[in-house]
């Protein structure tokens, strides 16, 4: 007899999970969290570790069994397995979809996320550590990515200073067109930097010690 396909949940019902449980990490900085935890080089990396680390060390509490299950269910079985398809060179990462109207609560927002996600990616690479010995070519894309991320969110802060100002929408338009250019280069070092982890993981290759910081 035919097994019947067992449905894994969606970015809206992962999205819902997260909030219930007051994650303070959106789902799109969760996404990037767990795809460099995938990638890490810490041989001590445990996805359940991680996933507990997306509420700073400790799972949030759940009123029954069948609540525990649903959500780590979603995060493990759901998220974390979709994201591991990445380690595919035939499957390249995206980065979340953001609104493209040019508003500067638009650009603001575009700004964050994709700042976020690159900041999200690194720290999961590092598994909460200041440093990690990364291959050549994820080591590169620490350094882009870091630039990448003060980039976005300069681009957010600014937004928020200048809050209540008229809006040149042609400069917004423009400027979005920029991140949007950005965000490719963005997807492009994170999957690299995938790739890197996975060859030099199978090949027992040593790396290259990568400092990290985020200001935190």
């Known amino acids: 007899m035919a ?6 949940p969606g970015g809206r019902v992962i999205r819902a999970l997260l909030a219930k449980y007051a994650c303070p990490l959106g789902h799109h900085e969760v996404r990037t969290r767990l795809l460099g935890a995938i990638a890490s080089p810490d041989p001590d990396m445990k996805p359940m570790t991680v996933i507990a680390g997306l509420w700073g060390g400790e799972l949030p509490p759940f009123d029954s069994i069948d609540d525990a299950n649903q959500l780590l269910g979603a995060l493990v079985m759901g ?16 980065a979340v979809p953001v609104p493209m109207e040019p508003t500067a609560a638009n650009l603001g ?18 598994n909460g550590a200041d440093e990690a010995g990364l291959p050549e070519r994820a080591h590169e894309a620490v ?4 630039d990448i991320r003060a980039m976005m969110l300069g681009v957010a802060d600014l ?3 200048t809050a209540g100002e008229p809006e040149d929408r042609a400069q917004i338009k423009k400027t979005i067109k920029h991140l949007r250019a950005m965000t490719e280069i963005m997807e492009t070092e994170i999957h690299a930097a995938v790739l890197s982890c996975v060859r030099a993981r199978a090949q027992g290759l040593p790396g290259l010690t990568s400092p990290w910081s985020t200001g935190r």
């Open 159 to 161: 937004v928020e200073r």
């Open 109 to 126: 927002h575009f700004g964050l996320v994709r700042g976020q996600e690159a900041e999200g990616f690194v720290e999961g690479l590092f």
């Open 143 to 146: 350094t882009h990515l870091g």
């Open 79 to 94: 998220l974390w397995n979709e994201l591991a398809s990445h380690q595919d060179p035939k499957v390249p990462f995206k």
């Open 3 to 8: 097994k019947t396909a067992t449905r894994l």
